[in-house]
């Protein structure tokens, strides 16, 4: 007999739009710029270093907070990039991909009935992590279509419950960024509180148009009460690596720690030592920004003349389309049709929304090869 009485603890949580339309694209056939994953090969220097930490033995368990050499090389990234120092021994964890990093940060911290600031759109892992800790969502929108941040709404959100601002920048699905204003006004507004901000940074190095990456970690009062995620993922083409790490003042960092370690323990052994001699060489990400630039210019130079129209997008590696010119359909409806018809896997944006927000646009992933690019692109330009 089973049992017959099962309480969900997410009873509005299905599976994740990045696994359904990722599925779909294998199912149709169709060419994948839904889930955020390259279709290129990833370094084989960084290949051969696992393979050769691997053969070295280095096969057990990795320290909790992560191997040392990569916490004193992710400490060392942080002070050449945003000359912030954070103290490996106690503000560095190396984790297993970011979505652990984040989850981990939101149960550390949320109690039942704290309140959590997000801005939608917003990442997927975010509302559900904070729904499990008993924590209530609230939710501010970025404005359409540049999607900044509505100050004004934030400002007048924060209660003697909030707990905590989610912000990610670069933005995912949207390609926007927080500015240096942004910024400022988030570290303006906690200050003085007990507000702990998680700052989702995987995109890093991801920035394009000259930009700079305005991490948490830059800005003095507002570190204080940061934890900046990453992830190894994003920067180095290796999605299905899962290394990510968290960064945090030590009082903060404590207790992460005592969730990381019953969450995962600590995260794979190799692959953490290769990184750590990879990341030594700034030349091995700072190329990021031109190389995804280059991409994303293929994709949008190649449908500019089609009816879909191009928003703005100066981070990431996702591309927003507005099909408003082409139909009425929802977005999850056009994205489907989108698949099954013409062969193009997208994500839709609504999703990203508790209540369904339709701005008629679709995020496509230009983290793929020119020809794959160029080949869905064509398609693109006949709808
Ligand atoms: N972050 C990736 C995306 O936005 C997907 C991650 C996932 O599948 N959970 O597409």
Same mark, same amino acid.
């Given at each position: 007999m089973i049992i017959n009485s099962i309480e969900s603890k997410l009873p509005n949580t299905g599976t994740s739009i990045f696994a359904v339309m990722s599925g779909f694209a294998v199912e149709h056939g169709a060419i994948n710029l839904s889930q955020g994953f390259p279709d290129f090969p990833i370094s084989a220097e960084l290949i051969e270093k696992v393979s050769y930490f691997m053969k070295k033995g280095k096969n057990q368990y990795a320290p909790m907070p992560g191997v040392v050499e990569l916490r004193n090389a992710i400490s060392k990234m942080f002070q050449l990039n945003h000359n912030s120092f954070y103290n490996p021994a106690t503000e560095i964890t190396v984790t297993a991909g970011a979505t652990q990093a984040l989850f981990a940060a939101i149960t550390a911290f949320v109690k039942i009935g704290d309140e959590v600031i997000i801005l939608e759109p917003a990442y997927d892992s975010y509302a559900p992590a904070i729904e499990l800790s008993g924590g209530i969502v609230r939710r501010s929108k970025l404005l359409f279509p540049d999607y900044k941040i509505n100050r004004q709404e934030i400002e007048t959100m924060i209660s003697p419950k909030t707990k905590m601002i989610i912000i990610n920048t670069p933005h995912n699905p949207t390609g926007s960024l927080l500015e240096k204003e942004d910024m400022e006004f988030i570290q303006k507004i906690t200050t003085d509180t007990n507000i702990i901000v998680l700052s989702d940074e995987v995109y890093e190095h !991801?920035?394009?148009e000259g930009k700079q990456h305005q991490s948490a970690s830059r800005f003095a009062e507002l570190k204080k009460r940061s934890i900046v995620i990453g992830s190894f993922g994003k920067t180095f083409h290796a999605t299905g690596w899962k290394t990510g790490f968290a960064l945090a003042p030590d009082y903060l960092m404590k207790e992460f720690r005592k969730i990381h370690q019953f969450v995962v323990f600590a995260s794979n052994t190799p692959v953490q030592y290769a990184i750590a001699d990879y990341v030594q060489k700034p030349e091995n990400y700072t190329y990021l920004g031109e190389?995804?630039?280059?991409?994303? &210019?293929? @994709? +949008?130079?190649?449908v500019k003349d089609s009816r879909f129209k191009v928003l703005s997008c100066y981070? +990431? $590696? @996702?591309? !927003? !389309? &507005? $099909?408003?010119a082409i139909t009425d359909e929802t977005e999850l409806a056009f994205a489907k049709r989108l698949t099954i018809e013409h062969g193009i896997a997208s994500v839709p944006v609504s999703p990203f929304y508790k209540e369904g927000e339709e701005n008629r646009t679709l995020r496509f992933c230009f983290a793929k090869q020119d020809e794959t690019l160029l080949k869905a692109a064509e398609v693109l330009c006949r709808i």
């Open positions: !991801l920035i394009f190389f995804f630039q280059k991409k994303r &210019d293929v @994709f +949008t130079n190649a981070g +990431t $590696y @996702f591309q !927003l !389309l &507005d $099909y408003s």
